[in-house]
């Protein structure tokens, strides 16, 4: 590893804030899953902004709750790292100032305030400069405040939802993805300005405390295809990785960390319930963790791609040549989603 590199690793590592999570997170848990609601923030806000749609609007942009659409599927579970789920542009024309608030307002909710301003960097680094919306485009599934309703934002490393929990037993309403690229430089190995790679620092730091026979089950050299975040139930035995069960106590407690470091970008509800989720298929010991050697910027042995991963639960973070991190979260490997 080089010096710089090194140094990186340390500074940033100290400097990171540790999420409390609960130490039922290694059982199963029998309560029921923490979530969000139809009057959280963010769905009160899908709420008003629906209120405010015309028919025009509507057509464009409002769906049946299991439209399918011909080249993606059940249009409201898929993802990608760049997309438009629908053509207007939440800075446009197409909506008044006043819904383009509440559309923010939304995406607010969805994420902890004390990353808004990193995902509005993050957003418009990735637009070439443009401000938050003029790459973005929403959806609406269902009727908001309903039964069933879904709100969904996409755009280029963007794709977040809001549900109210009407998706039962399913974290942050389905499958959804983050990411950066912070310019030329960013494919470097420090990726200098990213500001995701903080959670690839936590995870390094967990991987340089394996044994010889740890990283022989760790270190795998072909990564998998970054969107493939299906998910694996029973047949998690069989995948490569090293068992979360073989850590020591002092390695669990950084695992937790490294899960603390994901999930802190969100809105407490979503993290509570994809923490919930985790528990109800076993906590941390039903996972496996995998870092890959392919595609490793610098040959340096920090790893830039790695994957925790349980029956039900997928944290793919593939950080070369920029970051892409696909997630999928439920509380069963049966619940059907459009990840592959």
Request: proline residues 5%; hydrophobic residues 40%.
């Amino acid at each position: 590893m080089s010096l710089s590199r090194r140094r990186f690793l340390q500074r940033t590592t100290a400097a990171a804030a540790v999420l409390p999570l609960a130490p039922t997170l290694w059982a199963t848990a029998k309560a029921g899953p923490a979530a969000p609601t139809k009057t959280s923030a963010a769905e009160t806000a899908v709420k008003a902004l629906y209120d405010t749609l015309s028919e025009v609007q509507k057509k464009a942009i409002c769906f049946d709750w299991d439209h399918i659409d011909p080249n993606r599927g059940l249009l409201r579970t898929f993802t990608a790292n760049n997309w438009q789920i629908t053509k207007p542009m939440v800075r446009s024309e197409f909506y008044t100032k006043s819904q383009q608030t509440i559309i923010h307002d939304v995406f607010r909710g969805l994420v902890s305030p004390e990353w808004h301003d990193r995902f509005v960097k993050q957003a418009k680094e990735d637009a070439g400069g443009q401000a938050w919306g003029s790459q973005q485009s929403i959806a609406i599934f269902g009727t908001p405040g309903g039964e069933q309703f879904e709100f969904v934002l996409s755009g280029r490393h963007q794709t977040l939802r809001a549900d109210g929990n009407t998706e039962k037993h399913v974290a942050f309403g389905g499958p959804i993805f983050y990411g950066h690229a912070a310019g030329t430089d960013d494919e470097a190995a420090d990726h200098p300005g990213n500001v995701f790679w903080s959670q690839a620092v936590a995870a390094n730091k967990l991987a340089a405390t394996l044994s010889g026979a740890q990283r022989k089950l760790a270190l795998v050299a072909e990564s998998p295809k970054e969107a493939a975040v299906g998910f694996a139930g029973k047949a998690i035995a069989d995948r490569p990785g090293l068992p979360v069960t073989d850590l020591s106590a002092d390695q669990k407690a950084e695992v937790q960390t490294v899960l603390g470091k994901l999930l802190e970008p969100f809105r407490t509800e979503d993290r509570d319930e994809a923490t919930q989720c985790l528990k109800t298929q076993g906590g941390l010991d039903a996972c496996k963790l995998s870092f890959f050697t392919d595609n490793d910027i610098g040959d340096d042995g920090v790893w830039d791609n790695w994957r925790v991963e349980g029956p039900s639960f997928v944290w793919h973070y593939r950080g070369a040549p920029h970051v892409h991190v696909w997630v999928n979260v439920a509380a069963d490997a049966g619940v059907k989603t459009n990840a592959r």
